[in-house]
């Protein structure tokens, strides 16, 4: 029996990077896309396959639809020569940018940029590729606990998030006659590279969010990677149209 099969969306690090790992160690296949950094990608991939699996990267910006078409095209060849499967199995949405601004700061430049990466390119991407997901197959979209929490700085990235959040239900709803679950994983603050490496790399930081999150410490990447895991395991067959915030508790 063929390995299911995941695509990952910004996959050469941080979240991205931790479950596609998470996923090799379940037995699945894995295709990843990265921005710009394509050497990151194929160490991504060399470790992936030492779990002995299949893996391939490639290049996509998800703030440009334009190229949703051809990377569709690109995806059905790779399924046909590479991985003998006509479909694939899972999708996360994970790839995005970081943003700190107030509303008044907040210039369209910024914001657009936002809607592009973080709702219309997943909200299009995802039209692109749904003719290829397999019936009773998995969609992951990547929200943030900043959608509930409000914290002064994160205005329109939240906003993006919470239109996914919206979406995600619509979606499932969708898909649910093709046995295809949506769900949305909304982390806390996590200790990544991810906006400029703050929470990781600012003690303060780390400090202040550790002091309002109830279990006493910030997010790691393989809290994130290890819930995405279970949630496209066995265990999250009957979970559909769900926002399930991944934060140890954050403002609780």
């Known amino acids: 029996m063929s390995n299911k099969i995941a695509i990952i969306t910004g996959a050469s690090r941080g979240l991205g990077k931790n479950t596609a790992l998470h996923l090799a160690r379940q037995g699945v296949d894995i ?3 990265y921005h710009s950094r394509e050497d990151d990608a194929q160490t991504v991939v060399a ?3 030492v ?4 893996a391939r990267m490639l290049q996509l910006d998800v703030g440009d639809s334009s190229r949703f078409e051809t990377f569709a095209a690109q995806v059905s060849g790779l399924l046909s020569a590479y991985f003998k ?3 694939f199995d899972f999708l996360v949405n994970n790839a995005g940018v970081g943003m700190y601004a107030s509303c008044a700061e907040t210039t369209e430049a910024q914001f657009d940029q936002l809607m592009n990466v973080h709702l219309k390119g997943p909200f299009f991407l995802t039209q692109k590729l749904i003719p290829l997901i397999a019936d009773g197959g998995r969609i992951v979209n990547i929200s943030s ?3 509930r929490f409000s914290p002064i700085g994160y205005a329109a990235y939240a906003s993006m998030k919470g239109a996914i959040e919206v979406w995600t239900r619509y979606l499932a ?3 649910g006659p093709r046995g295809i679950t949506v769900n949305a994983i909304a982390p806390g603050a996590i200790e990544t590279d991810f906006g400029g490496g703050t929470v990781r790399d600012n ?7 550790a002091a309002n999150t109830a279990m006493g410490r910030a997010g790691v990447p393989d809290d994130i990677g290890a819930a995405i895991a279970m949630l496209l395991g066995d265990g999250g067959r009957w979970i559909t149209a769900q926002r399930i915030e991944v934060s140890g508790g954050m403002f609780v």
């Not at 779990?51 to 299949?54: A, E, I, Q, S």
């Not at 003690?203 to 969010?209: E, F, R, Y």
Request: hydrophobic share 45%.
């Open 145 to 147: 606990g900043l959608a």
């Open 31 to 33: 295709i990843g896309t």
């Open 203 to 209: 003690q303060d930081v780390n400090a202040w969010v």
């Open 173 to 175: 709803n969708e898909l």
């Open 85 to 87: 499967a006509e479909r």
């Open 51 to 54: 779990l002995g699996v299949k």
């Open 47 to 49: 470790e992936i396959e």
